[in-house]
């Protein structure tokens, strides 16, 4: 008789064989978010949904238990270069693992359907349109399978903009393999494509395992300058010297002038958009996996399949249209879980454009009127004063208790002024200007200035005339900027960006609202750093990571690989805060699992070791 004692043990036998398996195997101590919880009905043959942010460790939720469950475990997954990569990775950590893909030799195809029939493989990666042709189907009727698990679920999504018509044939999967646990895997985090995916690929009774969509280990911040590629320079030399990362911008022209302008400057840094040959395109695209310290410096053409997880920043030097893209485009950084930075500086001209391109724009009135109040959220996150993360996360429904300590405005509080008076001058001022002056004309007014053209005007008369000598002209410009972002005032561009009055106006006027802005002065002497994101690690330390980056880019050379296929970041992080010398302390390293430790665990020993003499003999000099 089985007795509800005996399935807890069986379960926890389970979950145990799993917790070995992530340490021999990954090098990892521990399960993330879900994983257990998922990992366990698996083992148990039930279907599973698993929503997940990027790097959240979606992947290891099926290829764990494909190792433990006899058979072969079968991946769908949309792009060659993403199955290619985990294959990679996988057999680095000693797993048996291909894919079949159209890009194959055929040669290379019939050893890995040798490989299958002979019981040899843990995983198989496959193209959807591929695993539903009739010659594959065969031959997985021949073997044993472990369980399915569809990657990147959301395809199946037909209003989405990764939607892959194959996807929608993947529901036939329960009816060919009904006793098969299946799981769908996708950072896509709303309601509707939740259940759309479930719908499609029938999936209504699996276990859904939603995570929290925080990511800590980026650092959020986000400023405005008139000057945002220096500040983009400074950005880089404080916190990313020798980093990969990408750089957005909205035009395709924008895109090569900041690209031109890095490399002269010394930076290896490539452009992409939809304007480049192909060719030039996956170039560019492959450097950035493939070499250490690439910048791409893209428009938002450059988007899924970047599966590089090392990627430690990524910059906007635009403004995002909504929160949703912002917070899709940002989280490519840091997916390996190190510390990475999403840093964006942004113009009020921005603001102006994208407002124009939506009133411009085709679609309804309903639509627009959404575009402009997703617009108007992004907005209000670059200026609030508050913990920033806390406002994306609510923004999706999620709730972060307290304040995050891993964003600008947490890191360095900002000091603030009410600039309520002020902001009711500078209002007053357009007004009795006639609405027919820009920020320049309008602040000299203010300043009380002897202009000619003021005078010629009569508005040195006006009541408004040198009411605002007690602030300066930089400030008085940083109060327009924020008028007009907030949409009290309106820009005219075709009248030369003459400011009027918007109906909001009124409720600020009537002292109904407040407005309270950032110290400007004070801000602007402070550097705004964040760690130096890449190495949260003394100098002594660094000298270690430095060496060990030499190490993994000879090895990744010598196999023909990216080097993240061979260690992480977060591994050498590890490493170099560790400094084994000897492989038990070695193989207690994030990452490193067994297949590894045998394979590099001499070659790093023996770095760290010269690094260490090195260093040893650099002090007994200094000490003479
Ligand atoms: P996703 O597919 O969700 O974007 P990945 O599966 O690529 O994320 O995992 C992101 C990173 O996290 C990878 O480097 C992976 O090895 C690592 N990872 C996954 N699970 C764990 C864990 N339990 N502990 C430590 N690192 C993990
Ligand atoms: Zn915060």
């Known amino acids: ?70 058979g072969v475990g079968v991946v769908v997954s949309p792009l060659i270069a993403l199955m290619q990569d985990q294959v990679n990775a996988l057999r680095q950590l000693g797993v048996r693992a291909a894919c079949l893909h159209s890009a194959l030799t055929a040669d290379i195809q019939r050893q890995v359907e040798e490989e299958l029939v002979g019981g040899h493989l843990d995983l198989l990666y496959v193209a959807p349109e591929r695993l539903l042709s009739s010659r ?53 985090a709303d309601v509707s494509s939740r259940e759309e995916i479930s719908t499609q690929l029938g999936l209504q009774g699996a276990q859904v395992f939603i995570s929290s969509f925080d990511r800590p280990n980026i650092h959020y911040a986000i400023q405005s300058s008139q000057n945002s590629r220096e500040a983009l320079w400074r950005f880089l030399e404080q916190n990313h010297p020798q980093d990969a990362g990408i750089v957005y911008c909205l035009s395709r022209r924008k895109v090569e002038a900041v690209a031109a302008w890095l490399s002269q400057r010394g930076r290896l840094a490539l452009p992409y958009h939809a304007g480049l040959a192909d060719t030039v395109r996956q170039r560019h695209h492959e450097r950035f996996l493939r070499e250490e310290g690439v910048v791409i410096v893209a428009t938002i053409a450059f988007g899924m399949g970047i599966d590089k997880p090392d990627v430690r920043f990524v910059a906007h030097l635009n403004l995002p249209r909504s929160i949703e893209a912002y917070y899709q485009e940002t989280g490519r950084a840091g997916r390996d879980g190190a510390p990475a930075d999403a840093w964006m500086c942004f113009q009020l001209q921005d603001v102006i454009t994208l407002r124009q391109m939506l009133a411009a724009g085709e679609g309804s009135e309903t639509f627009k009127c959404q575009s402009r109040q997703r617009l108007e959220a992004m907005l209000g996150l670059c200026e609030m004063h508050a913990c920033r993360r806390q406002r994306m996360l609510a923004y999706f429904d999620e709730t972060l208790t307290a304040a995050c300590g891993n964003c600008d ?17 500078a209002l007053s001022c357009v007004y009795r200007c006639g609405q027919r002056f820009g920020v320049h004309y309008l602040v000299s007014v203010l300043r009380g200035r002897h202009d000619d053209r003021i005078i010629a005007n009569g508005h040195h008369r006006l009541s408004t005339f040198a009411i605002g000598q007690a602030y300066s002209e930089s400030l008085w410009k940083e109060l327009f900027r924020q008028l007009i972002s907030r949409a009290y005032l309106d820009v005219d561009l075709e ?20 407005i309270v802005l950032r110290q400007l002065e004070k801000r602007r002497k402070k550097v705004i750093k964040s760690t130096r994101s890449s190495l949260p690690l003394d100098a002594g330390q660094t000298v270690f990571f430095d060496a060990l980056r030499e190490l993994r880019i000879e090895l990744a050379a010598q196999q023909g690989m990216p080097p993240y296929v061979i260690f992480h970041d ?11 010398r000897d492989l038990a302390i070695l193989a207690t390293v994030h990452g490193i699992g067994e297949n590894k430790l045998e394979r590099y665990g001499r070659l790093i020993l023996d770095r760290i070791a010269a690094v260490a003499d090195r260093t040893m003999a650099v002090e007994r000099d200094l000490s003479l």
């Open 1 to 70: 008789m089985v007795t509800a004692c005996s399935v807890m043990t069986a379960v926890q036998a389970t979950i145990a064989r799993a917790r070995q398996v992530l340490k021999q195997t990954f090098g990892y101590n521990d399960f993330r978010h879900s994983q257990e919880a998922i990992i366990g009905r698996l083992l148990a043959g039930e279907d599973v949904l698993a929503l997940m942010p990027t790097g959240g460790g979606k992947s290891l939720c099926y290829q764990l238990p494909a190792i433990l469950l006899p």
């Open 136 to 188: 594959t189907l065969a031959l997985l009727a021949r073997v044993k399978l472990a369980l399915l698990a569809i990657d990147e679920a959301h395809c199946v999504v037909q209003w989405g903009h990764d939607f892959r018509p194959e996807y929608r044939q993947l529901g036939r999967l329960q009816e060919i393999f009904p006793e098969l646990p299946r799981i769908a895997l996708t950072a896509t």
């Open 409 to 425: 405005n947490c890191r360095q509080p900002p000091e603030t002024w009410d600039a309520t008076e002020a902001a009711r001058m």
């Open 495 to 514: 009248a030369y960006g003459a400011l009027r009055l918007t109906e909001q106006c009124r409720s600020l006027l009537r002292g109904e609202e407040r």
């Open 570 to 580: 977060a591994t050498l992080l590890d490493l170099a805060r560790k400094q084994p």
